[in-house]
């Protein structure tokens, strides 16, 4: 989720609203996990355009393939639907393993815009 340092900033740059690109930029997400010590959760929620459901899941298809398949720091990636509301479920080793996936998916996320309405973006810091 954007801090509302950042919405700020990036309104008074004239960017209006929220798109994943803009909630993966360094100066936002530093101020949401970077803090954390361990694993890393991460929890989507994306809104698509009601045409743009397909579109929207191979993109994020193409993004779980990769970190399960790519990155050892992904310990767990699962996407759900219902209706045209996408819910990713992520969970990685640490704040280094997530740096490395945004790292890979940022041009990805950029390519969602087009067929998002609406999204959430929130980390969460296990407590073993």
Known sequence: MMTVAGKAKRESE??????????????TMSDTYEHFKGRVIIVAEVIAKADKVDELLHLFFQ?????????????????????????????????????????????????????VEKHTVKYYEPLD
Do not use: M
């Not at 004239?14 to 993966?24: A, D, Q, R, Y």
């Not at 639907?81 to 990713?88: A, L």
């Open 63 to 115: 993004s779980r393939d990769h970190a399960r398949n790519e990155e050892p720091g992904c310990l767990q990636l699962d996407i759900s639907k219902s209706g045209n509301q996408i819910v990713s479920y992520e969970e990685y080793a640490s704040v280094e393993a997530l740096n490395i996936h945004w790292d890979w998916v940022r041009d990805l996320l950029e390519r969602t815009k087009p067929f």
């Open 14 to 27: 004239g960017l209006k609203g929220e798109h994943f690109s803009e909630v993966v930029s360094s100066d």
